[in-house]
């Protein structure tokens, strides 16, 4: 693999030899990697050649100069042409404007790009004539000019990842690694406030660095045909096709992200599928991939070679060579070292056992060879060749998964993202045609690598609480909070009188911390030991000022609930209760459910003095007082034959009773009895259906406007502020028209509306979720039924808070297309109830004039007196004297 050295790339034309003395030499990471390079003292000749290569390179480039600007719509200014594509540094100061277009926004953001030379270059002055600064040109067109001769729109490379090919793009990232790597583009530091409150983001490259030993060589590329490598390729062609975005890396990284574009196919194939698994040690006798090669050990070899792989497991912690044992030669191993295992004969009590002997064991005379020596070497013997991904290059790819999808969901995997990626390819998936914005979201590397980290850390609580491992929660909890106690000052101090749009702030690393503690908090709770942290943790989250202003109600009525029923405090409660009903942020749930805890203290008649029970009572007549609902909705009730389940959280009732027994959720058997009322059609939508009705009504407010930053990936089924309070002022305009345009309609033209609408959106990964309906047909008979103030009613409702109403939507809507009749009910199961969301969005929607019912499932009498049966059969065969049949006692 070679590479062009910067001093041939600039060198000057000698009038009469010309020659050039080179030093041989090599960086400690370009020989890591595979990158060779040298560096040498550049001979001066006659400057009078260098003007005429300069005329000569100048009449070849105007052509291609405008190809350039028309296929890129760049518009050039006026003197000498600089291509931010090739570096021609005699150019002098050039700018190239690259704005975005929409042609629904008035204020359209723009990016634009500085050339890299806003001055004459500097560069190495020779001994023998330091009183002139020289002009350097290309010896040799560069590849990279050869290649960028007919580049396509960058913006629509990202749109469309995979149906542009690699072969165009990587040209374009090559020379953007090379700027970097000749400090042209350097580390970013960028004001991200001054970036969104101007709505422009001016990216100027810097004075190029003619020092630097070696550039990339877009030759050495192998490209890839494995499908998973062309993949990988891709993302690395998105993120880096973006000159900013090599900003956040070192020129470790940049020789490392290159190496990694250099490596045969095989090892490419195989290096991305070791990357889907877990990044733990594995033995290389267990991995086959025999579409790749029968034998990965040569394969194996070059990753190692690459530093891409470890393969010194022998110095590993014994623990964690045990566990990469198998079973049986584990326990060979306890045979032969006379190691009994305590327990029973599992995996886990054979590496205790072993792991007991090493701690334990010493020569029996000093000289002779310790047995935890001989008990590694033979473990290693087993074990074979083992190999790790090297924790720098999970890192950079993590990072560069990072700027790809930075609102990646935290609980997906990176086997996830490639199935998700192959999806797109074979066209499973399909996501909504939005335009990725060019603005930065992350400020420096800093802020990157502290954001990934607390992303990290909020992947791992998740883990860990869908897991039940309260220990590895209340762990990480501590830790979000030290975090917050060394970042959270500084970051409260940036965000005052910030316009920073509310979701890019979602993406500061104390916003996740804060994300990750408030996930914490129940499995505080559920130790008395841990209590006082939980209160702890709580107060931190109620009095910071920075981020999650919405939450503060529900952290409040998860303080008081503590005060009240734990520490038994009725009086620290009221004081609570003062300070929340003062906060401004405080939403319709949060206030009703303060009103419920003001009730209770209210109806207390001990433990709680009188000066409490009247700041109670002012509260309520005059905080609370609106907070109180008006309407109480309709309910029937209905009976049923509830069946037994140990395996699911849902129960199963038994809904038809006939030869063929159905048996289905207490949702399909209210849907059954409303059936045989004259309601033909249902759907179990819940929140769906008004998030459904939303996407379809409004999908080009939601996603054809150009929002800086609220579209970041091709890979997101909704924009970022849609989260976000600003989401309806960033729409305003646009949501005001469509909304007077379709209270302008007949009921009969918005339901065609709808079915064509949602006919043609079904199809994308968006918030439409088409699974609730069979067709656009239903659909369409649902909105007849709801006419055209309850269908914008609904709408309006969620455009100004999503994330509070997008649930607690009742669970049912069951309609008769042809008498146009229809219910909108929620279910309620034994022993459950209405929670304050629902009881809510009842009210709300019996505000709009919409049918609206409570259907409560019992057990029938026959179901109920079978049970008792059966449990006076179990205690009655628990008594000694008494025996019954074997098949009541169960």
Not at 508 to 520: G, I, N, R
Not at 613 to 637: E, F, H, M, N, W
Not at 877 to 890: E, G, I, T
């Amino acid at each position: 693999m070679t590479q062009t050295r910067i001093d041939q790339f600039y060198k000057v034309a000698s009038k009469k030899s010309g020659n050039t003395k080179n030093n041989v030499g090599r960086t400690s990471a370009s020989h890591r990697f595979g990158i060779n390079g040298r560096k040498g003292e550049i001979s001066l000749g006659n400057l009078e050649a260098a003007s005429v290569c300069k005329k000569k390179a100048g009449a070849s480039r105007g052509s291609w100069r405008k190809r350039i600007a028309r296929r890129s719509n760049i518009s050039i200014s006026t003197g000498t042409f600089y291509s931010s594509k090739v570096n021609m540094v005699h150019s002098p100061i050039k700018t190239i404007e690259a704005k975005t277009a929409s042609s629904l926004s008035t204020n359209t953001p723009t990016v634009k790009q500085i050339s890299p030379t806003s001055s004459p270059m500097k560069s190495p002055v020779s001994s023998r004539s330091s009183n002139f600064t020289p002009k350097f040109t290309p010896k040799t067109p560069s590849p990279i000019k050869e290649a960028l001769e007919s580049p396509r729109s960058l913006k629509m490379a990202r749109r469309k990842l995979f149906s542009d090919r690699i072969e165009e793009l990587m040209p374009i990232v090559i020379d953007n690694l090379n700027q970097a790597k000749e400090r042209a583009i350097a580390n970013n530091d960028i004001n991200l406030e001054k970036v969104y409150s101007s709505g422009e983001f001016n990216y100027k490259y810097n004075r190029i660095d003619t020092t630097t030993s070696t550039r990339y060589e877009i030759n050495d590329i192998i490209m890839p045909t494995d499908t998973y490598s062309r993949h990988f390729f891709s993302i690395i062609a998105s993120v880096f096709s973006k000159p900013f975005n090599c900003g956040y890396f070192n020129e470790y990284e940049l020789d490392l992200i290159f190496s990694l574009l250099t490596i045969s196919k095989n090892a490419q194939a195989l290096m991305i599928r070791m990357l889907k698994r877990k990044h733990i040690w594995h033995r290389t006798d267990n991995i086959k991939y025999d579409n790749i090669s029968t034998n990965l050990s040569p394969v194996f070899d070059e990753l190692v070679s690459r530093s891409i792989f470890k393969s010194n497991a022998k110095e590993e912690d014994m623990t964690v060579l045990l566990k990469l044992l198998q079973v049986e030669e584990i326990r060979k191993l306890c045979q032969e070292y006379k190691v009994c295992a305590s327990g029973r004969h599992k995996k886990e009590h054979y590496v205790q056992s072993i792991l007991k002997f090493h701690h334990n064991s010493k020569p029996l005379f000093p000289g002779m060879p310790n047995p935890v020596t001989k008990l590694r070497a033979s473990v290693n013997k087993i074990l074979g060749c083992c190999v790790l991904i090297d924790t720098n290059v999970s890192k950079v790819i993590d990072k560069i998964i990072t700027l790809l999808v930075p609102n990646q969901d935290p609980q997906q995997t990176m086997a996830d993202l490639f199935n998700t990626l192959v999806r797109v390819e074979m066209k499973e998936i399909k996501y909504p045609e939005v335009m990725v914005s060019d603005f930065p979201i992350f400020a420096n590397k800093e802020h990157l690598s502290k954001y990934m980290e607390a992303k990290s850390a909020l992947c791992q609580v998740l883990y860990a609480i869908e897991k039940k491992q309260w220990d590895v929660v209340r762990q990480i909890g501590s830790q979000a909070e030290e975090r917050l106690s060394l970042l959270l000052g500084r970051e409260t101090q940036s965000l005052q009188n910030s316009k920073l749009p509310r979701h890019i702030r979602h993406f500061m690393p104390c916003y996740m911390w804060l994300k990750v503690l408030s996930k914490s908090i129940d499995a505080f709770k559920k130790s008395k030991e841990t209590l006082s942290k939980a209160i702890k943790y709580l107060r931190i989250l109620v009095k910071q000022k920075c981020h999650m202003k919405h939450k503060k109600g529900q952290w409040y009525n998860e303080l008081i609930k503590i005060q009240v029923y734990h520490m038994k405090d009725p009086d620290g409660s009221v004081k609570l209760l003062s300070k929340a009903v003062e906060q401004e942020s405080l939403t319709e749930v949060d206030r009703l459910d303060l009103l419920e805890r003001a009730e209770n203290l209210a109806k207390r008649k001990s433990n709680i003095d009188q000066h409490s029970k009247d700041t109670v009572k002012q509260i309520l007549g005059k905080d609370l007082d609106k907070a109180r609902l008006k309407y109480t909705p309709s309910s029937i009730t209905i009976q049923g034959t509830l069946c037994r389940n140990l395996s699911q959280r849902k129960s199963t009732w038994c809904i038809n009773e006939g030869i063929d027994k159905e048996y289905g959720t207490v949702e399909s058997l209210a849907l059954y009895d409303y059936k045989k009322k004259g309601y033909v059609k249902g759907v179990h939508c819940e929140g769906a259906f008004p998030v459904t009705l939303l996407g379809t009504l409004f999908w080009d407010e939601i996603y054809n406007l150009d929002i800086p930053g609220a579209c970041v990936s091709p890979y997101e089924p909704t924009p970022l502020d849609l989260f976000t309070s600003e989401f309806y002022e960033n729409r305003r305009e646009h949501i005001d028209k469509k909304l007077q345009a379709i209270r302008k309609f007949d009921v009969e033209t918005l339901g065609n509306h709808l079915k064509q609408k949602f006919d043609l959106l079904c199809e994308y990964t968006s918030i439409c979720q088409g699974n609730i309906f069979d067709s656009g047909i239903s659909f369409q008979e649902v909105a007849l039924c709801l006419g055209v103030e309850g269908v914008v009613g609904i709408c309006e409702r969620l455009i100004h808070n999503y994330t509070l109403w997008r649930a607690g939507f009742p669970d049912l809507i069951v309609w008769n297309p042809r008498t146009k009749q229809y219910k909108i009910v929620e279910v309620k199961g034994p022993g459950d109830s209405l929670s304050t969301k629902q009881k809510l969005w009842l009210q709300y929607l019996n505000y709009l004039g919409l049918n609206t019912e409570v259907c409560y499932c019992e057990v029938s009498d026959i179901y109920k007196r079978a049970q008792r049966a059966i449990i006076i059969c179990r205690i009655l065969h628990a008594l000694p004297f008494f025996k019954v049949p074997r098949l009541l006692s169960r």
